[in-house]
């Protein structure tokens, strides 16, 4: 077991960590980043913020991890900041070979922690401080422990409690959405055992009791110091947007089976030579078809969803993994002599192509950064020892990478006579330079910025008569 946590940490650190923050931030990771950052300077780990309005959309985990890692290394850049994604990657990769080692073999669980780590999803979210990688990892875990545990014996309140302690966690990173996907799972399973009446009995309810605590623990203060009915109003338009589908478009509809299907490659290729004949015994056959029952009706009704994206059934990567896994440590693969040692040779071209993609790709990727420059372009027009004022900014990933401390203002009038540099939007310019604050000087723009989006923020300096153009 050793020589396999050893294996797989190697495989782990060659894939998930060279060049992990040379890149700059991209995608959603400033909604990840920005709030955690907000959170180490005001101390209020309870609201997310971006900028200076409340982050209303998703639970703070994400943010929480991100702000401590920052703590811990005593540094904010894009490697701390992705951290804590690669290393729940890990942890996943590592209860594959140690906690489900009893269930899987030596064989099944190294060759599920290997699939785990090479898979094209989580090799495009696991390098990103993103809310799938640490979500579809937390659900991972929980199905690990469960599948694992639920039949041993002597490990029954272990199966029906370890579980939510993940998925309580689960919720505080994205939402309920996970429960669909475990639920559907262990339903299909124990129907299939006739085994309901568990979800019945002490041991299961005290994990549903442990689960609600732990996301009630962030819930409760969290309602009470945002205004309830407004949070209650984001949440439910989250929900009907996703089940409406209020951007509903029919080519991407369309294609969300097959992108969804595209997360498991290159190991989706061996479902078609799984044989459940094969199987050792007629319980493993059983297990095996309620497992495939529990991933694929979850997997085809979530994506068949007008709001649906296929990233949504992420979570079933693992418990699709471990039937793989049955198949591969029971030999019930039929498939051509020549590609029987087609996981260690997969493995190990990933293996390859990711360290090519760290060691030659990356470079290349860093000549067309579009945030950098910009905050390179504020910190060269602000003084050193100059505070920022940043006046309803909304998601700007740039102030990121500031190297000064950024004081955040709803409106204009609230900020200080103090003040002598403005981050402006365009709606907001007009009452900046015809503010009486300064009197007799004034706020005048200084530096224009559009960026990649076709946002536009201008830099405002406050300057006194003597400095204006006449």
């Not at 998925?167 to 124990?190: M, Q, T």
């Not at 390859?352 to 950098?372: V, W």
Request: hydrophobic share 55%; with cysteine.
């Amino acid at each position: 077991m050793w020589r396999s946590f050893f294996l797989v940490t190697l495989v782990w650190g060659a894939i998930y960590l060279p060049r992990l923050g040379s890149l700059e931030l991209k995608s959603e990771e400033g909604r990840r980043v920005l709030p955690a950052v907000t959170m180490l300077q005001t101390g209020n780990y309870i609201v997310p913020k971006v900028g200076s309005e409340p982050y209303l959309r998703k639970p703070p985990l994400v943010n929480w991890l991100v702000a401590g890692s920052f703590k811990i290394f005593g540094a904010r850049n894009e490697w701390t900041a992705r951290l804590p994604s690669v290393l729940c990657v890990l942890a996943v990769a590592l209860a594959f070979v140690g906690i489900a080692r009893r269930s899987l073999g030596p064989n099944g669980s190294l060759a599920a922690a290997m699939i785990w780590l090479t898979n094209f999803g989580l090799l495009e979210k696991g390098r990103m401080i993103e809310i799938e990688a640490l979500y579809v990892s937390l659900t991972a875990l929980a199905f690990i422990c469960w599948l694992s545990w639920w039949k041993e014996p002597g490990r029954r309140w272990l199966a029906w409690t370890v579980p939510w302690i993940f998925l309580g966690l689960a919720l505080l990173a994205k939402g309920p959405l996970a429960l669909l996907f475990f639920y559907a799972v262990v339903l299909a399973i124990l129907w299939q055992a006739r085994e309901l009446r568990e979800l019945w009995r002490w041991p299961h309810l005290v994990g549903l009791i442990l689960m609600l605590a732990i996301f009630g623990a962030w819930a409760f203060p969290y309602l009470q110091m945002t205004e309830a009915g407004h949070v209650a109003g984001v949440w439910s338009k989250q929900f009907s947007g996703r089940v409406t589908g209020a951007d509903f478009k029919f080519a991407d509809w369309l294609l969300n089976i097959p992108r969804g299907i595209a997360y498991l490659l290159p190991w989706v290729a061996l479902l078609p030579f799984a044989r459940f004949a094969l199987l050792e015994n007629e319980k493993e056959r059983k297990l095996c078809r309620a497992l495939s029952l529990g991933v694929a009706v979850p997997f085809v009704v979530v994506n068949l969803m007008p709001g649906a994206l296929p990233r949504y059934t992420m979570p079933l990567l693992a418990p699709a993994i471990w039937l793989l896994a049955i198949f591969i440590r029971s030999h019930a693969l039929l498939w051509p002599k020549q590609l029987r040692k087609v996981v260690s040779w997969s493995v190990a071209g990933m293996t390859a192509a990711m360290l090519i993609y760290s060691l030659a790709i990356i470079p290349l990727l860093q000549r067309r950064e579009k945030i950098r420059p910009i905050a390179a372009q504020l910190d060269a027009a602000i003084p050193p020892n100059e505070l920022l004022y940043a006046i309803d900014p909304d998601y700007q990933p740039f102030l990121f990478y500031l190297q000064r401390p950024i004081v955040y203002m709803d409106e204009v009038s609230d900020l200080p006579r103090s003040a002598h540099y403005l981050l402006v939007q365009p709606a907001d310019e007009n009452e900046a330079t015809h503010s009486a604050l300064w009197t007799p000087g004034r706020a005048v723009p200084i530096l224009r910025i559009k960026d990649y989006r076709g946002r536009r923020v201008i830099l405002l300096q406050v300057q006194n008569n003597s400095a204006l153009p006449y």
